[in-house]
């Protein structure tokens, strides 16, 4: 599949809009293959909770990126949970999934800085396992290289109620109208920032998740992956 030079992996990449349905879609692709996944989300929340943390203001870059340089920062495969973040040898879960830090994963992303920090460590994550590299840049910047790309879109309606109840099942207060309308500004940001902006990459496969069943959708990207090693 996928290769970079020195080096040769297995790399599937699944880009997409927020609430879309990528995680797990990544997730159970990973499984179903027997990779690692690469959930690069985790890292920009990492960046979020940090400077969060140290009361650096969002749009700074470059003082989250020095912040970032203080700290060692990993991901790691755990066969039950999947992807986790450790960092300086502490793994987070809870702490990085709250709706703020993940307002300010998607500020700190913006930065040309704070997205060059995490590039080596989410080429490196895992290896040498084969990956199912999930994000907004995977098939764009990050694995340009992979054999295989997907790019998973959903209706706006659709990603907020997943949203929402994702945020309700967590105990978090929600609400639909305020969950659409900050779905609908992540993508605006997310397609408009200068650096790396999310889109599909040019031999992306789109993957509308809207309606479809989530083992279906699986199943057809295992369908598409299988026939893609079959035809090398």
């Given at each position: 599949?996928?290769?970079?030079?020195?080096?040769?992996?297995?790399?599937?990449?699944?880009?997409g809009l927020?609430?879309?349905?990528?995680?797990?879609?990544?997730?159970?692709?990973?499984?179903?293959?027997?990779?690692?996944?690469?959930?690069?989300?985790?890292?920009?929340?990492?960046?979020?909770?940090?400077?969060?943390?140290?009361?650096?203001?969002?749009?700074?870059?470059?003082?989250?990126?020095?912040?970032l340089k203080?700290?060692?920062?990993?991901?790691?495969?755990?066969?039950?949970?999947?992807?986790?973040?450790?960092?300086?040898?502490?793994?987070?879960?809870?702490?990085?999934?709250?709706?703020?830090?993940?307002?300010?994963?998607?500020?700190?992303?913006?930065?040309?800085?704070?997205?060059?920090?995490?590039?080596?460590?989410?080429?490196?994550?895992?290896?040498?396992?084969?990956?199912?590299a999930e994000?907004?840049?995977?098939?764009?910047?990050?694995?340009?290289?992979?054999?295989?790309?997907?790019?998973?879109?959903?209706?706006?309606?659709?990603?907020?109620?997943?949203?929402?109840?994702?945020?309700?099942?967590?105990?978090?207060?929600?609400?639909?109208?305020?969950?659409?309308?900050?779905?609908?500004?992540?993508?605006?940001?997310?397609?408009?920032?200068?650096?790396?902006?999310?889109?599909?990459?040019?031999?992306?496969?789109?993957?509308?998740?809207?309606?479809?069943?989530?083992?279906?959708?699986?199943?057809?990207?295992?369908?598409?992956?299988?026939?893609?090693?079959?035809?090398?």
């Amino acid at each position: 599949m996928g290769q970079r030079e020195g080096m040769s992996r297995q790399v599937v990449t699944v880009d997409g809009l927020g609430a879309s349905g990528k995680s797990a879609l990544a997730r159970h692709l990973a499984e179903r293959l027997g990779y690692a996944h690469l959930n690069s989300g985790l890292l920009y929340r990492s960046a979020g909770f940090l400077a969060h943390r140290a009361g650096i203001p969002l749009d700074d870059g470059t003082r989250i990126a020095a912040e970032l340089k203080q700290h060692s920062i990993i991901l790691q495969h755990d066969p039950v949970l999947g992807a986790i973040v450790v960092i300086n040898d502490k793994p987070y879960e809870a702490e990085l999934m709250a709706r703020d830090i993940s307002e300010a994963a998607s500020q700190v992303a913006k930065h040309a800085q704070v997205r060059e920090h995490f590039l080596g460590i989410q080429r490196d994550a895992f290896a040498p396992m084969g990956v199912v590299a999930e994000g907004r840049d995977m098939g764009t910047v990050v694995f340009p290289e992979a054999a295989v790309k997907f790019f998973v879109e959903a209706r706006l309606d659709v990603r907020a109620k997943r949203r929402f109840e994702q945020l309700l099942s967590k105990g978090q207060g929600a609400d639909l109208e305020s969950i659409s309308h900050e779905l609908a500004e992540r993508d605006n940001r997310d397609a408009t920032r200068s650096t790396a902006p999310m889109k599909p990459a040019q031999d992306a496969v789109i993957i509308d998740n809207s309606d479809t069943p989530l083992e279906q959708t699986v199943d057809r990207m295992l369908d598409i992956v299988t026939s893609h090693a079959k035809g090398n």
